[in-house]
Nanobody
Framework: QVQLVESGGGLVQPGGSLRLSCTAS????????MGWYRQAPGKERELVAS???????DYADSVKGRFTISRDNAKNTVYLQMNALKPEDTAVYYC??????????WGQGTQVTVSS
């Protein structure tokens, strides 16, 4: 049984930081590409950041220079460090795992709210 469990969401003021974590079980974590999507109310889900099995990273233009994705294969965990947060970053953030181009598994999501 595959599980992706996110943690680290919450309420933060504009300009603040949060680190999201996603721990996987039931998969050979090291061979999967990992990603973070987000979905704000009334908007489509968008890919925020991704990291390949070979640790190549990619980011949405809206978060470049502010967010950093990383992975720790020994802990089966992927992280999303979010700095200089803006109100428009408010969304539910989902962890996902892929082989090739197919995102196969999803977490339950964690809420991030940026507000003063």
């Amino acid at each position: 049984q595959v599980q992706l469990v996110e943690s680290g969401g919450g309420l933060v003021q504009p300009g603040g930081s949060l680190r999201l974590s996603c721990t996987a079980s039931g998969i050979i974590f090291s061979i999967y590409g990992m990603g973070w999507y987000r979905q704000a109310p009334g908007k489509e889900r968008e890919l925020v950041a991704s990291v390949t099995a070979g640790r190549t990273t990619d980011y949405a233009d809206s978060v470049k220079g502010r967010f950093t994705i990383s992975r720790d294969n020994a802990k089966n965990t992927v992280y999303l460090q979010m700095n200089a947060l803006k109100p428009e970053d408010t969304a539910v953030y989902y962890c996902t795992a892929r082989i090739g181009s197919a995102w196969l598994y999803w977490g339950q999501g964690t809420q991030v709210t940026v507000s003063s």
